[in-house]
């Protein structure tokens, strides 16, 4: 080997030792083998009088309906919904095509005496058997407005000794759009676990409210549910479970989604989708009536796991009313209130501490109640703005201004435009689409809830806010945030005098809500979707890696000397 070539071999084992070292340095942490899956396979009928070609409710819609809900039950049962849910390594799996039972006009679509009940039992082989029916208005006696139906065996502890299991959904529950959260508890009474009424988002509540699905399983009843299983092995793992009953860290690498994916909330998800986002929420946990919103939470924007990291602290601990995202600068912007003036603050995400205090906005007993951060058209920071919505009351009204604050120098609020409102300090989430450009608004004025605002009619006139037609998302203590990297709007509000705590990732073109989950309650004060940090940490070795190889393979082969 002549010393040239020796030399350059030298180079290129040094660069290679280095990247190698780095890489092991900056390497994701990737899920160990988790937990086997405890498997429910069930066999699906549709009553016949339920097929409607001429509408497109053929079987094949059917089937697909039900493999949608059982999906969403999966992910209601595996993933996590906040400090009381117990996430069950648990799935439902339909075992055959769906096929239809009974015969026109037996009645047996509508489930309304004993008669009914007993030869839904006595149909179908053994092992699990789930029916779709129209309706039920007996289940063991009298069940007015009903929507699922089950027999519930004793209680043993022995996985897979109940040999014929049947239980009852309908269609009611599917116009609804709370099929999947009927067939989770329905399978549940089959798993031996009777109603309860703990936590307000738990499976087996015995009322469900609509829209939302609750996921919440507590200790106990995830045993009984994971003895319930069909199958004594199932060769299936929960990848983002670790194997002594809790969960893999967010930002895990998990391998149950094609090409790979990482953890969020027990779910593995895909690097484009919720999982590559995490949501930080000023709130007050558990507290239903409302209070001051002096805690920080984080949460999985694509299970609604969430964790509650304590006060806002630094120095003190802080009310926290309104929080943005600022990516050109990966900044968590806050809004501090104070007696005569409102403090902006820049937020440490991952522990919820206030860094630093960066500007006051003199308004004296006005208050900004909502946030949203624009990046303006280019990925420099210098165009970058705060929009916000600053209320004073007038009497015994709430009026409302927006105005924008360059984070630069965030102690001057400039006028937008104004609201003509009388309840404008009910509009308590902003979010910014900036694919879109367009400003959304979340408050708990019906039909719909959300708003889009045209700040290109203001001012002098006052700012045109348009509901968004069937969005059906009216919320109080409504905080909203827009993710880029997902192109998705997340929203979090409670409902019923504040007993329920909803969240919705929402499609900000159509304004539908693609899923509700009924969180562990809290009390919402602000919304921001921040970029899993792992997600970036994996593109940059994937790019080291590409960069490295290139440069040996350069080096190897200089131009003119191969």
Not at 40 to 50: I, K, M, N
Not at 376 to 381: M, N, V
């Amino acid at each position: 080997m002549s010393l040239r070539n020796r030399a350059r071999w030298t180079r290129q084992a040094e660069v290679a030792m280095g990247a190698f070292l780095l890489l092991v340095l900056l390497r994701p942490q990737v899920a160990s083998s988790g937990p086997a899956v405890d498997l429910h396979d069930l066999t699906w009928y549709v009553h016949v009088d339920l097929i409607d070609v001429a509408a497109g409710e053929d079987l094949p819609f059917w089937q697909s309906a039900i493999d949608a809900a059982v999906d969403t039950a999966n992910v209601l049962l595996e993933g996590g919904q906040g400090p009381f849910d117990e996430p069950c390594c648990t799935r439902l799996s339909r075992t055959a095509s769906v096929t239809t039972f009974g015969s026109t006009g037996d009645g047996l679509d509508v489930i309304d005496s004993g008669s009914d009940q007993a030869a839904i039992a006595a149909f179908g082989g053994s092992g699990s058997n789930a029916f779709l029916v129209d309706s039920i208005s007996h289940c063991s006696g009298s069940a007015p407005s009903a929507i699922g139906c089950a027999w519930r065996p004793s209680c043993n502890g022995n996985g897979n000794d109940d040999p014929h299991l049947w239980m009852l959904a309908t269609v009611e529950s599917f116009d609804s759009g709370t099929l999947a959260i009927v067939v989770a508890h329905e399978r549940g009474h089959n798993a031996c676990l009777e109603h309860v009424s703990t936590a307000e988002c738990q499976i087996m509540q015995g009322t469900i409210y609509t829209p939302g699905l609750g996921g919440c399983l507590m200790a106990g009843e995830c045993t009984n549910y994971r003895a319930g299983r069909t199958t004594t092995s199932s060769g299936l793992e929960c990848g983002c479970h670790d194997i002594l009953g809790g969960l893999e860290p967010d930002g895990t690498h998990c391998s149950e989604v094609a090409a790979g994916g990482i953890c969020s909330g027990g779910l593995c998800g895909a690097y484009d989708g919720g999982a590559a986002v995490q949501l930080v929420m000023a709130a007050d946990p558990g507290l239903i009536s409302g209070g001051p919103p002096d805690d920080s939470l984080r949460i999985s924007a694509l299970a609604g796991d969430w964790t509650n990291l304590g006060p806002y602290s630094g120095g003190s601990p802080a009310q926290v009313r309104a929080i943005a995202y600022a990516a050109d600068s990966d900044t968590l912007y806050g809004v501090v209130p104070t007696v005569n003036d409102d403090s902006i603050v820049m937020i440490d995400s991952a522990t919820g501490t206030i860094l630093s205090f960066v500007g006051t906005i003199g308004n004296g007993a006005d208050e900004i109640v909502s946030m949203a951060y624009d990046p303006g058209a280019t990925t420099a920071t210098g165009d970058d703005r705060l929009i916000v919505l600053e209320v004073h009351s007038s009497g015994s009204n709430f009026l409302g201004e927006f105005r924008w604050i360059d984070p630069a120098s965030p102690s001057t609020a400039n006028l937008l435009g104004s609201i003509v409102w009388n309840d404008a300090h009910l509009v308590t989430g902003l979010a910014y689409d900036s694919l879109q450009d367009k400003l959304f608004a979340a408050s708990p004025f019906g039909p719909d809830g959300l708003y889009e605002v045209d700040l290109g009619s203001c001012p002098p006139s006052p700012c045109d806010m348009t509901q968004v037609s069937g969005a059906r998302l009216f919320r109080d203590d409504a905080s909203l945030s827009y993710s880029p990297r997902t192109g998705m709007l997340y929203l979090v509000g409670t409902v019923f005098g504040g007993a329920r705590t909803f969240y919705d990732v929402i499609d900000p073109t159509t304004g539908t809500s693609v899923e509700t989950l009924s969180l562990d309650v809290f009390t919402p004060a602000g919304l921001a979707a921040v970029p899993e940090p792992d997600i970036s940490a994996t593109l940059f070795v994937s790019a080291l890696v590409i960069f490295v190889t290139a440069s040996l393979r350069r080096r190897a082969n200089p131009p003119g000397r191969e």
